[in-house]
């Protein structure tokens, strides 16, 4: 457990491991560090396994004041430097995807390789109007009616109705959270600052070997928004998880741990058959 300074504001991360492969994890937007809890021994058992929480997330700083997503891959940056890593493999899912292909594009030289799951080149339409639906729910300062306007289409429907107990659980824990203030504001900041985000014409330059990961039943981002991420970032692979939706690693961990780390640590990215 550590922390650095970054534009004078505090950056919490953890590493778990020492030897493979650097691993840095991105999260989604509602997520921290401890969101990756069950699988950091899975994941750094072969691996040097990076964890950081974003600006407005977990234990690292709140912002004062509105700004652009560029920000966190800044941020990604500086964190690598304190580490002093060259390159990683970098892999982050939903909002963490974001940012990872925005630290693709402008710091293509530290990408080993890059894992983007759940996740899309551009905030459509339907991204931003949920996030605005996100948001006015933030505004009532109602943590229970914030859980019920974002949590539950996180998941695919089977998931949620078969795992009632962990699904109370999960409210159990979330609705105090969201019900503090400053963090429903980090959430609008987080939130707001993808409102602009495309990057759509700039994913030919993406060279880095590409794994794109998509979930069956994912509303947030469907599956025609992983589609353009393969379309256009050449050589990428695409793999689809059935029977998940948006949370692919709550409701498919092991799928998405050998998906993850199958990638991060193979050791050819061509193969002659």
């Known amino acids: 457990m550590s922390e650095f300074k970054f534009n004078g504001k505090t950056v919490y991360y953890e590493v778990h491991g020492e030897r493979g492969t650097p691993l840095l994890l991105l999260n989604g937007i509602m997520m921290s560090v401890n969101s990756w809890k069950p699988f950091v021994k899975t994941f750094s058992q072969n691996n040097r396994l990076i964890l950081v929480d974003f600006f407005d997330q977990g234990r690292s700083a709140r912002m004062d004041c509105a700004y652009a997503q560029n920000v966190q891959a800044d941020l990604t940056a500086a964190l690598l430097d304190v580490l002093a890593l060259d390159k990683v493999c970098v892999m982050g899912i939903s909002y963490g995807g974001e940012v990872a292909l925005r630290f693709a594009l402008e710091y293509p030289q530290r990408v080993e390789r890059l894992i983007l799951a759940n996740t899309a080149a551009r905030t459509s339409a339907w991204l931003r109007d949920i996030g605005h639906c996100w948001n006015a729910a933030a505004a009532t300062g109602d943590g229970r009616l914030y859980y019920l306007t974002t949590i539950p289409v996180i998941y695919s429907t089977e998931f949620?109705?078969?795992?009632?107990?962990?699904?109370?659980?999960?409210?159990?824990?979330?609705?105090?959270?969201?019900?503090?203030?400053d963090v429903l504001s980090a959430l609008v900041r987080l939130t707001d600052s993808a409102e602009n985000y495309d990057v759509t014409a700039r994913l030919g330059?993406?060279?880095?070997?590409?794994?794109?990961?998509?979930?069956?039943?994912?509303?947030?981002?469907?599956?025609?928004?992983?589609?353009?991420?393969?379309?256009?970032?050449?050589?990428?692979?695409?793999?689809?998880?059935?029977d998940s939706g948006h949370a692919s690693m709550y409701e498919q961990p092991a799928v998405f741990a050998a998906l993850v780390l199958g990638f991060a640590n193979q050791a050819e990215t061509r193969y002659e058959i």
Request: proline share 7%.
């Open 160 to 181: 949620y109705e078969s795992h009632a107990e962990w699904m109370k659980a999960r409210e159990k824990t979330l609705v105090p959270y969201f019900s503090q203030p």
């Open 205 to 242: 330059e993406i060279s880095c070997p590409t794994l794109i990961i998509s979930a069956q039943s994912d509303i947030i981002t469907p599956i025609t928004e992983q589609n353009l991420l393969h379309a256009c970032i050449k050589d990428s692979k695409h793999v689809i998880i059935n």
